[in-house]
């Protein structure tokens, strides 16, 4: 779930564009990133999903969102930053690693295997858990931040890093 959290971070992800946002496991069709939406690279050739821990740059489709009726898509591009614990193209590398050897490119980006032996994709409300319980660990209060907090974390922190806001809104896929 974790690896989950640090994308919507860096990739500034609304909720349905990750997580499964009904408790029965249903993923927006048209938003929910897939298994097959990500693509690495390694000096500008494309590696095939085993190899993605040796990519310098992962790239990821994203179908759509609430401010793209049109589900025309577009495409984040992120580059490795040292191959630590925080950096983006590892953790994507992880959450690909970690899927089920039996997920499709169809497959939601955040399945597990079930007990029962299936593929499920993880839920919005097992992010949200996670998230309050650290921010609880931390004194804050857990009812102040949820999954939509990365989102705006991420955001908050491109802007204190001096990013310009049109590139936070080009990003974030925020029309206004």
């Known amino acids: 779930v ?13 909720a ?4 499964a946002y009904h408790s029965d496991g249903l993923v927006h069709p048209d ?5 097959g939406d990500v693509h690495f690279r390694r000096q500008g050739r494309p590696l ?18 609430k401010t793209d ?17 925080a950096d983006p193209v590892r953790i994507f590398a ?3 690693a970690a899927l089920p050897a039996a997920a499709t490119a169809q497959h939601p980006l955040m399945s597990v295997a079930t007990r029962a032996g299936g593929i499920g994709a993880l839920k919005r409300r097992e992010a949200e858990l996670l998230i309050r319980s650290l921010a609880m ?5 857990p009812r102040q931040y949820g999954t939509h907090s990365m989102r ?25």
């Open 94 to 96: 992880d959450v690909v």
């Open 2 to 14: 974790w690896r989950g959290v640090a994308l919507a971070f860096f990739l500034l992800l609304r």
């Open 137 to 141: 660990r931390q004194g804050l209060d």
């Open 69 to 85: 009726q049109l589900r025309v898509g577009s495409t984040a591009v992120l580059t490795a930053a040292g191959g630590g614990l």
């Open 16 to 19: 349905s564009e990750i997580w």
């Open 152 to 176: 705006v974390g991420g955001a908050t922190t491109l802007a204190h890093a001096g990013v310009p806001g049109r590139l936070i809104q080009a990003a974030g896929r925020w029309r206004s």
């Open 31 to 35: 938003f929910c990133v897939q298994a």
């Open 48 to 65: 095939p999903a085993a190899a993605g821990h040796t990519a310098d740059e992962a790239r990821f489709i994203i179908r759509g969102s």
